[in-house]
């Protein structure tokens, strides 16, 4: 009797550790389902990579262009980079890189940001490889301006969503 009520408890062990490895896997196939979807402007992807651009208008003096992009660097860690550029050398440059998720069925929202600031230059820019959670779309938006003279010029950039799972 004893080896029969074992063999029972063994049995619903092995089908409770079956169904939840399957559960499992569910969650993150729901999660890739909106694939090809966009949110917020940012098409949801499972590349490896993804960048924005914000090139000035044919009217801008003083901003040039400003860039962010961010890569899946593989375990969870993802690798960031921005940068503005100016025509010029500028008494302010700046750089804001927001790094924002989402979990594919609702608008990304904010997970980290950065702020650098240099000054009597035509340029700056950043680098850096993040921890996020898994299971989650993340992309970059950046703010980029100079000011001269008194006079600023600004733009904003945005990758697309990439899967980190």
Not at 48 to 72: D, F, K
Not at 99 to 111: A, T
């Amino acid at each position: 009797m004893k080896k029969v009520m074992n063999l029972k408890n063994l049995l619903f062990c092995a089908l409770f550790a079956l169904t939840m490895s399957l559960n499992a896997v569910n969650v993150q196939a729901e999660t890739l389902d909106y694939l090809g979807q966009t949110i917020d402007g940012s098409i949801l992807t499972d590349k490896l990579e993804s960048s924005g651009e914000y090139l000035s208008v044919a009217r801008s003096t003083y901003l040039h262009q400003g860039t962010v992009r961010i890569t899946n660097n593989g375990g969870g860690y993802v690798g960031i980079f921005g940068g503005t550029e100016c025509n010029v050398s500028c008494n302010t440059v700046k750089l804001n890189v927001y790094l924002e998720r989402s979990n594919g069925n609702g608008n990304f929202y904010s997970y980290q940001k950065w702020e650098n600031v240099e000054y009597n230059t035509n340029s700056v820019y950043m680098s850096k490889q993040v921890k996020v959670e898994k299971g989650y779309y993340y992309r970059l938006r950046g703010y980029h301006s100079c000011t001269k003279n008194g006079v600023i010029e600004n733009g904003g950039s945005v990758t697309d969503g990439i899967y980190i799972g």
